[in-house]
């Protein structure tokens, strides 16, 4: 079993940042990959960014030059920073870590909120 908990979101103006964390407990040995997806109100939950035990990311085009994804292995923490904040970024935010013939785990989430 894997838990996992975020924490950092907030309601922020345009233009400002944040720091999302995300922190795991439980068998984190055995997880392959890390992400954050978003979900905005009625929109379908979408993959923001994604980081492998290696050090490999993935961005979604949208948060390209903007967000930065890392791992603090000594911290067992997933992080997502979060620059030029955009209304458009207005979301709940979740992590999830995936574990090779387990399959995933779910954050319960924490809401960004993206002022005018």
């Known amino acids: 079993q894997v838990q996992l908990v975020e924490s950092g979101g907030g309601l922020v103006q345009a233009g400002g940042s944040l720091r999302l964390s995300c922190a795991a407990s439980g068998s984190i040995f055995s997880i392959n990959v890390m992400g954050w997806y978003r979900q905005a109100p009625g929109k379908q939950r979408e993959l923001v960014a994604s980081i492998t035990n290696g050090g490999s990311t993935n961005y979604a085009d949208s948060v390209k030059d903007r967000f930065s994804i890392s791992r603090d292995n000594a911290k067992n923490t997933m992080y997502l920073q979060m620059n030029s904040l955009k209304p458009e970024d207005t979301a709940v935010y979740s992590c999830?870590?995936?574990?090779?013939?387990?399959?995933?785990?779910w954050g319960q989430g924490t809401q960004v909120t993206v002022s005018e």
């Open positions: 999830k870590a995936y574990v090779l013939g387990r399959g995933n785990y």
